[in-house]
């Protein structure tokens, strides 16, 4: 049975940068896409970035197309978001979650839901304020 555990939340003001990271072990190679969704207080979970198997394809949500990067390290079989220019409406908690409807593993990211997702981890808080 494989794990997947967020790290790397924390509190931030608008503008500032924030890495989190997602250690995968048992679903990193066996996975055919691993993604980051969040969910804030009052809304559904939503999909942010998506990058499969190979890393050679990504998909992001419009909402932060250009300001969040999502990328693998085969090595340690961990996935990262980076987060530019955060903006108070990212705070959510972040969650890593692998075998990912395939259609989804693209820029429709941002409009799949939970049941697009097999496996999920536990969640790292990510707060902006202005």
């Not at 055919?32 to 998506?50: L, Q, S, T």
């Not at 220019?85 to 959510?92: I, Q, T, W």
């Not at 890593?96 to 999920?120: E, K, V």
């Amino acid at each position: 049975q494989g794990q997947l555990e967020e790290s790397g939340g924390d509190s931030v003001e608008t503008g500032r940068s924030l890495r989190l990271s997602c250690e995968a072990s048992g679903y990193f190679d066996n996975s055919n896409c691993i993604a980051w969704f969040r969910h804030a207080p009052g809304k559904e979970r939503e999909g942010v970035a998506a990058i499969s198997n190979s890393g050679r394809s990504t998909g992001y949500a419009d909402s932060v197309k250009g300001r969040f990067t999502i990328s693998r390290d085969n090595a340690k079989k961990t996935v990262y978001l980076q987060m530019f220019s955060l903006k108070p409406e990212d705070s959510a908690v972040y969650f890593c979650a692998a075998d990912i409807a395939p259609r989804y593993c693209s820029n429709l990211i941002g409009s799949a839901t939970t049941s697009h997702a097999r496996y999920w981890g536990q969640g790292t808080q990510v707060t902006v304020s202005s």
